[in-house]
């Protein structure tokens, strides 16, 4: 169904411009990726000060790296879906400018093609030495599922071996919060798929719309963030997204 509010986002999109989109475990849902929060969250049978902490790293790694090889395995068996499809074909097509900002750590917009992609959280598909040796580069990729050696070691200094993510008290990557700044400077922002609850991403939002951006949130539910939004769209990222591709740019990109 064409709703006037889709077709006045479609015809926003197609306009062409700056157009920046900020994702959030929502997005991975229909990959059957559980979100955080939601329902059948992560977090529900894991809280994040329980496991997404160096502090808990550091006391129990085997129990942290059970954690992180069972969703490697989950993502590993997982396909991107139209969100991410989409959200890819944006992102390449030459008469647009969509750059796409992730607080995901899953690689499903690497694995759909995205380019021009900003990873705020790390990924579950690098690693990093714990004890930051020198010898060991920042990070380094290993998609091994499942990991030969648990938990993993560093293999430059033999140190275990930490997933390379962006834990809560840890500040995330300088340059990629940067870019994640820069792309607030846009014409139109969109949320989708996040809870609006982890800083600083969450701020990007409201930054977005201080610079002048209209801003739009594709969420099943109400977040933190729709109050403070121009627009706020209930629906899941795999029906609104592929709704507003084909009002914008004609032919389903799926
Ligand atoms: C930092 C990697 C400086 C690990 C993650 C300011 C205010 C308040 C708190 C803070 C603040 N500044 C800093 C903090 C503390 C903290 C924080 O934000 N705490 C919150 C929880 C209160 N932030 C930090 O610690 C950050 N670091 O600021 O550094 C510093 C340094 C020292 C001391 C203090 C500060 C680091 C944050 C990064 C944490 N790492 N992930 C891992 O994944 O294992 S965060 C984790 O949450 C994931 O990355 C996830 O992406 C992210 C956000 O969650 P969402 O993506 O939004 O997912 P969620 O499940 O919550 O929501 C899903 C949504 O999708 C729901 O709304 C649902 O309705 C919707 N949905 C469901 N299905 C669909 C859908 N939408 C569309 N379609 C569907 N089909």
């Known amino acids: 169904m064409k709703e006037p509010q889709h077709e006045a986002l479609a015809a926003a999109i197609r306009a062409g411009g700056a ?20 329902q ?10 329980q496991l997404a902490t160096a502090e808990a790293f550091d006391q129990d790694p085997a129990l942290v790296w059970e ?8 993502v590993a068996a997982a396909q991107p879906n139209a969100a991410h499809r989409v959200l890819a074909d944006w992102s390449c097509r030459p008469d647009a400018d969509v750059r796409i900002v992730t607080q995901n750590v899953d690689d499903l917009h690497v694995r759909a093609g995205t380019v021009r992609l900003v990873r705020l959280h790390g990924s579950l598909w690098e690693l990093a030495c714990r004890n930051r040796c020198a010898t060991a580069p920042p990070t380094w990729p290993d998609l091994r599922v499942p990991l030969p050696v648990m938990p993993p070691r560093c293999p430059h200094c033999g140190g ?9 008290g840890e500040s995330l990557p300088a340059d990629a919060l ?4 820069d792309a607030t400077r ?3 922002f969109l949320a989708v798929g996040t809870s609006a609850l982890v ?26 963030a729709s109050g403070g939004v121009d627009l706020a769209l209930t629906g899941r990222a795999e029906v609104v997204l592929p709704q507003l591709d084909e009002l914008a740019f004609g032919l389903p990109s799926d």
């Open 160 to 168: 275990l071996a930490r997933p390379a993510v962006v834990w809560f």
């Open 178 to 181: 940067a870019d994640a700044i």
């Open 67 to 74: 954690w992180y090889a069972w969703r490697r395995a989950l």
């Open 40 to 49: 059948d969250g992560l977090w529900r049978s894991f809280p994040a000060e």
């Open 19 to 38: 157009i920046t989109v900020l994702t959030g475990a929502g997005v991975s849902a229909a990959s059957g990726v559980p979100t955080f929060r939601g």
């Open 199 to 224: 800083h600083p991403a969450a701020g990007l939002i409201g930054m977005a719309r201080e610079h002048g951006a209209f801003t739009v949130e594709i969420n099943p539910e109400t977040t933190a």
């Open 186 to 188: 846009c014409r139109l």
